[in-house]
């Protein structure tokens, strides 16, 4: 098509977006794609990688403590803040080179732009007023952080973006949320020395995980020292000489010196042009696409985030390449999102995969439980007082695991296996017949013999 400046245009240089702009290039496309902030997406810029780095190094606290136990005399410890955040900088910066000189290699044309759509073949380039037209377009922007506009001195709490960049380190912390990525940074605000709560409206922190989990993840950032707070939230927060007051609905007053808020994120669609092109969208603005990923409009496709799927950087990477394997490759597949493995990485680590015990008994009614709770052997000589959990589900008719759930150190390596297994439709007899790996803490979950609990509801 001569007409068409590209065969695609990109909109948005994250995960899901850069593998689609590769994967077709590499099938000839001529690919164009434009990212406003940094190439590698929320992932790498300001997600998964720095969370992951940051989760390192609010480890240690416990780990020279844990060290005493093993005869290691550990000398004064002292944390730099400045030098963490350098390091950590560097090495995204190191990541972003890599995907940028990726896609060129790859033969894509690159725009450090703004992109917003002006119909369902045009795309307007922001920094340089320009208008290209492209056969197709793949929006993959991604989400953004939901903020409380309504809330009295909501203009002093900052989000994940800010916290990765604070000037100091805050001596106090309150993080609003109970998801996964507000137990991640209570973890890592409460490792790396600061005096941290979690506040949570809800009943029990990360809602739509199985029971057992949350209620244990608890009660060990607890013994953690973190002070978490189930069913309330902020009222109003201030500013004040010694920092931030907030007042809670319950009329708690938490002082901080940052309050982050982790209430949950929105799909970025916001002055995209969706309504110029006639791109559907959900009511919580999610773009609506059908298992290929196409919008309604037939030229435009959305993967990631916007569509409010899954949102995890595994599953926008495969629904971008299966986009651009279907569309440009004469290979046509469409991302499963059933059975996915997920790790949180919270202080313990959860790795979890198929569904919860709640789930369980509503969709099959009769379930066995396998549960052991135990404290880690490491901990023996360490002294520390932190148990682990394992957890295993059961169809008793058929044998076959419905989920799996791990709380403890390594949890996230584990559920990427166990995911394998499930994913396989492996059974308990399966597991039973696996020799165990000794001495590990997974072994546990080839050696529970009976239920601790038979459902039958
Ligand atoms: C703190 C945090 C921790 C996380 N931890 C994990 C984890 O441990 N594991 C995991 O799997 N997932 C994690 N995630 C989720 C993961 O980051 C996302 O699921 C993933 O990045 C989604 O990829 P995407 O391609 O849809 O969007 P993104 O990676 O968000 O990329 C979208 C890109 O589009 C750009 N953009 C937006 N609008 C425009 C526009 N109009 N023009 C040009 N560019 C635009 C943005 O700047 C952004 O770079 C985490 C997220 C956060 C916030």
Redesign the pocket.
């Given at each position: 098509m001569t007409d068409f400046d590209y065969d695609l245009f990109v909109?948005?240089?994250?995960?899901?977006?850069v593998r689609a702009a590769r994967i077709a290039a590499g099938y000839g496309a001529r690919v164009g794609i434009?990212?406003?902030?940094?190439y590698g997406?929320?992932?790498v810029i300001?997600?998964?990688v720095p969370?992951?780095l940051f989760v390192y190094a609010s480890k240690f606290s416990e780990e020279f403590e844990d060290a005493a136990g093993f005869g290691w005399q550990v000398g004064e410890r002292q944390f730099d803040w400045e030098k963490l955040i350098d390091a950590k900088d560097r090495e995204i910066a190191r990541l972003e080179g890599v995907y940028r000189r990726n896609l060129e290699r790859a033969g894509v044309e690159l725009f450090d732009s703004?992109?917003?759509l002006e119909d369902e073949h045009t795309v307007h380039i922001l920094s340089d007023d320009r208008r290209v037209r492209a056969k197709t377009i793949l929006i993959?922007?991604?989400?953004t952080p939901n903020v409380d506009a309504g809330l009295p001195g909501g203009e002093h709490v900052i989000t994940?973006n800010e916290a990765f960049h604070l000037a100091d380190f805050p001596k106090r912390v309150v993080v609003a949320g109970g998801g996964y990525?507000a137990v991640e940074f209570a973890g890592i605000f409460n490792g790396l020395g600061a005096e941290t709560t979690l506040l949570y409206r809800g009943e029990e922190i990360l809602r739509g995980f199985d029971g057992d989990l949350r209620k244990m993840l608890h009660e060990e950032m607890e013994r953690k020292g973190i002070r978490v707070i189930c069913g309330d939230t902020f009222a109003s927060i201030e500013k004040g000489p010694d920092g931030l007051i907030g007042q809670t609905q319950a009329g708690e007053t938490l002082a901080a010196d940052r309050i982050m808020f982790a209430i949950g994120?929105r799909p970025?669609t916001s002055g995209?042009g969706l309504e110029a092109a006639g791109v559907a969208v959900s009511a919580s603005g999610a773009i609506e696409v059908d298992e290929t990923s196409r919008t309604n409009v037939p030229s435009i496709y959305a993967?990631?985030?916007?569509t409010d799927r899954v949102?995890?950087?595994?599953v926008?990477i495969r629904e971008g390449h299966a986009f651009a394997d279907t569309v440009f490759g004469g290979k046509p597949w469409s991302t499963d999102h059933d059975m996915i493995p997920t790790a949180v990485?919270s202080q313990p680590e959860i790795g979890t995969v198929g569904l919860t015990q709640e789930e369980a008994v509503a969709c099959y009614g009769a379930v066995d439980v396998y549960r052991a709770a135990f404290r880690p052997m490491k901990h023996t000589l360490s002294g520390r007082e932190e148990k682990m959990l394992m957890k295993m589900l059961v169809e008793p008719d058929s044998d076959r695991v419905l989920g799996v759930h791990v709380l403890g150190a390594d949890a996230g390596e584990l559920s990427q296996v166990l995911g394998v297994a499930l994913r396989m439709g492996a059974t308990k007899a399966d597991f039973d017949s696996t020799m165990a790996v000794h001495p590990t803490a997974a072994e546990e979950l080839v050696t529970m013999r009976e239920p601790s609990e038979r459902i039958r509801a």
């Open positions: 909109i948005g240089g994250g995960s899901g977006g434009a990212e406003e902030y940094r997406g929320t992932c300001r997600g998964c969370k992951k703004r992109a917003v993959a922007v991604g989400a994940s990525i994120r970025n995209l993967v990631g985030d916007v949102n995890l950087t595994p926008a990485f």
